[in-house]
């Protein structure tokens, strides 16, 4: 599902099968759904998650 204010994207270049979002300025949220459960993978910077 998407939502402007939290810029769902897909990251599956660098994190296979996973979404982002924003969590407040340069901070992210990576994760993936299966069904109606939502694993978070990694919370960071963006430039600690894609270093």
Same mark, same amino acid.
């Given at each position: 599902m998407y939502d402007p204010i939290l810029n769902n994207h897909s990251? *599956?270049?660098?994190y296979p099968g996973?979404?982002?979002?924003?969590i407040t300025g *340069?901070?992210? &949220?990576?994760f993936?759904?299966?069904g109606d459960v939502v694993t978070f993978? &990694?919370?960071s910077t963006h430039a600690q998650l894609y270093k």
């Open positions: 990251v *599956d270049k660098a996973c979404c982002s979002i924003d *340069d901070y992210r &949220a990576i993936f759904e299966n993978v &990694a919370i």
